[in-house]
């Protein structure tokens, strides 16, 4: 029962920050039909602004409040850097899944290089927030991960809201639904997508931020995030919100169980196999819409 | 006809400074990984190998045949693969016609070079972990860094000693040619101390999340966990999660480099740790050199060196003994001259030797230095300068 509980626990605490991060990706893949490759990068920016900017702020402030503060600043530096990107680059291949590509990988070395000039591509860990561990059911936890656990909750409602609940949520699926009905609506798609995808990149950048004080943090840390996202959205349905959110449960529940039966490569070996399953059998994954 | 003159001559002139330089430098290649989640230790690497550049320039180069040549070192991005490693071979060998590979860093790129420096008459020092980078099957191949064979025996038994109550192990390695190869030889050396090895495990190097990794060790309930050749960043965030699962056991890395980045992850449940390659190289037992070059990164890297990182000076070191001592950059009359000399390094006076492990001279002969992680420091608790070299330096 105890381990029930943990391998639950680490499928929980493993799950929450793919599940944002695979939002970010699928959103932008289902408003704007491209593929961003560099999505990782989005995740490590993040993630190293916070590395790198909490042993600058003032020690007498609480952990928590400096941290709030690292996260805000590395959300608005990637909002930033990815309307950038969008206004020089992606506005020019939007459903362009070629051009796309091409550009996003040119990106990955781009901002890669960029990245290991200025961070250094040593390490870089992130203080506790907070300190102490938790015991649920048996499963032992830090409060540090149930906190991150909560902020990534808060942040896939939050999503889940304005997507279903708000005029932007309704005209970003519009738009992802079907392109010239939504134009025709009135809906200005270049615009949609421009929100899309800094909601987008965003969401990368809020993984990486939450990601930063549970793990070392250096430029190519997003790459393996990327390839779990791809697992997880080809799984769940390309450009489903609800695909995302099971998808990057499911993914993180084969990890931690198999991980612990067998090891973390054969893990991985399954999710692949799982991708080849779905691709063949049901392509449009378990939540997505068959596009005619 | 004037514009032709003109550029006739600028060509001329660009050939003759070319044929000048290329008379008058040696080029050195650096295969070390530049990008990717491996870079700090080429980053580092490279650095160390500039240094080593600049100092043999400033004592007016290598000396050959009655004329000094200046030094030039070039490092390749080997992104860690071997796809990648087989590509620095070319483009060092047929473009900058590198005759000396002064450092190669990860054993599946290294094994991918050898492939060509070996049938190119290429000269190539590593600090590639695995004890199948070296032998008579790889003449041109050196060692510059204590590996397995060298490390893991003072450092398991020294825990031995102080843990007399231990009696099992479970091994974690990277799943690559160094992991591999590393699992093997620290099975080897527990089980010669009569330490019961209970599992070997292995993870992904892109790996960001241990926690299934740690509850599987902690199921295994082993009195020791051999972290082998697991980077220092990964180690840590392995001892955390291990930490808050309760489990509470003897903590080894044998081929742990990095105390500062293990520190960092892991916090205060890096304590007790024992580490293999983790020599301080601020601390008192450091040569001058050592000390100097340790400052120097520490402003240049912001980061302290590490023993790959050394690897990287020495490497050039050892190519100027070389070359002075076979009087040609011929990699054959180098390999076999370079036993026979005695030269300095970054740690004192060298040589290379172990033919009674190898089978032929490869190693090069440093300190071993067994280091435990005590209140957030790496202190040394046991220094073995091989008794090999103790002999040929008649000490």
């Not at chain 2, 105390?259 to 024992?274: Q, S």
């Not at chain 2, 030269?343 to 060298?350: E, L, Q, V």
Request: with cysteine; hydrophobic share 50%.
């Amino acid at each position: 029962m105890e381990l029930l509980a943990q391998l639950l626990a680490n499928t929980l605490q493993i799950g929450a920050v793919y599940v944002l991060f695979a939002l970010g990706l699928t959103l932008i893949f289902g408003v704007m039909k491209v593929v961003n490759f560099a999505h990782g990068e989005f995740f490590s920016l993040a993630a190293l602004i916070v590395a790198a900017s909490m042993p600058l702020l003032p020690a007498a402030f609480p952990s928590w409040l400096n941290y709030l503060v690292a996260l805000a600043a590395a959300i608005a530096a990637v909002a930033v850097l990815g309307a950038i990107i969008y206004r020089i680059g992606f506005e020019r291949y939007l459903r362009d899944l070629v051009g796309s590509f091409i550009l996003s990988v040119g990106l990955i070395l781009l901002l890669q290089g960029i990245m290991t000039e200025i961070f250094t591509a040593s390490p870089r860990p992130v203080d506790a927030i907070v300190t102490g561990n938790v015991t649920v059911l048996g499963a032992r936890i830090t409060a540090q991960r149930l906190l991150i656990m909560a902020l990534a909750l808060l942040f896939t409602g939050l999503l889940y809201v304005v997507l279903q609940r708000t005029r932007l949520g309704k005209a970003l699926r519009a738009a992802s639904e079907d392109r010239e009905a939504a134009m025709l609506q009135g809906i200005r798609y270049r615009t949609i997508s421009l929100y899309g995808w800094l909601i987008g990149v965003s969401m990368a950048g809020l993984a990486g931020a939450l990601m930063a004080p549970l793990s070392p943090i250096q430029p190519a840390i997003g790459a393996d995030y990327l390839i779990k996202a791809f697992i997880i959205i080809i799984v769940g349905g390309l450009g489903s919100i609800p695909g995302a959110i099971v998808g990057g449960l499911l993914v993180a529940a084969i990890e931690s169980v198999c991980g612990f039966y067998f090891d973390l490569t054969i893990a991985t070996i399954f999710m692949f196999v799982l991708v080849m399953a779905f691709l063949l059998v049901r392509p449009q994954g378990l939540m997505g819409h068959v596009e005619r | 006809m004037k514009r032709a003159a003109v550029v006739g001559g600028a060509l001329a002139l660009m050939l003759g400074a070319t044929a000048s330089r290329a008379q008058d430098t040696i080029i050195f290649g650096v295969s070390v990984p530049l990008s990717g989640a491996a870079a700090s230790w080429g980053i580092g690497t490279d650095w160390a190998a500039q240094q080593a550049a600049k100092d043999i320039n400033a004592a007016g180069g290598i000396k050959m045949g009655g004329k000094s040549y200046k030094v030039e070192v070039r490092s390749v991005d080997n992104k860690y693969t071997a796809g990648d490693g087989a590509k620095t071979a070319e483009t060092l060998i047929s473009r900058d016609k590198v005759k000396i590979f002064t450092q190669s860093v990860g054993t599946a790129p290294v094994k991918a070079i050898q492939s060509l420096t070996e049938r190119e008459n290429v000269l190539l020092f590593t600090s590639a972990w695995g004890r199948t980078v070296k032998g008579k099957d790889f003449p041109l191949t050196f060692t510059i860094i204590n590996t397995p064979d060298e490390v893991l025996k003072p450092i398991y038994s020294t825990v031995k000693q102080r843990h007399a109550q231990a009696k099992t192990v479970v091994l974690l390695n990277p799943n690559d040619a160094s992991g591999q190869d590393t699992a093997k030889d620290s099975r080897r050396f527990w089980e010669e101390l009569g330490i019961k090895v209970v599992g070997s495990h292995f993870f992904e190097r892109s790996t960001t999340e241990f926690q299934p990794i740690a509850t599987k060790i902690a199921a295994d309930k082993s009195d020791i966990l051999d972290m082998s050749a697991t980077p220092p960043a990964n180690a840590g965030s392995i001892l955390k999660e291990l930490s808050v699962l309760g489990w509470k056991g003897v903590k080894v890395i044998g081929a742990g480099t990095g105390a500062d980045v293990l520190v960092r992850t892991a916090g205060a449940d890096a304590d007790g740790t024992y580490m293999g390659l983790a020599a301080d190289f601020d601390g008192p037992s450091a040569t001058p050199k050592q000390r100097e070059l340790n400052a120097g990164a520490k402003k240049a890297l912001n980061e302290s060196l590490n023993v790959i990182h050394m690897g990287g000076y020495d490497g050039v070191m050892a190519a100027k003994a070389g070359i002075e001592a076979a009087g040609a950059i011929d990699a054959k009359k180098i390999a076999e001259v370079l036993p026979k000399t005695i030269f300095d390094i970054s740690y004192g006076k060298t040589t290379f030797g172990s033919k009674d492990i190898y089978g032929t001279p490869q190693q090069m002969l440093i300190p071993i230095v067994v280091t435990q992680i005590q209140g957030g420091k790496a202190v040394e608790v046991v220094r073995i300068l091989p008794d090999e070299l103790k002999k040929r330096l008649g000490q």
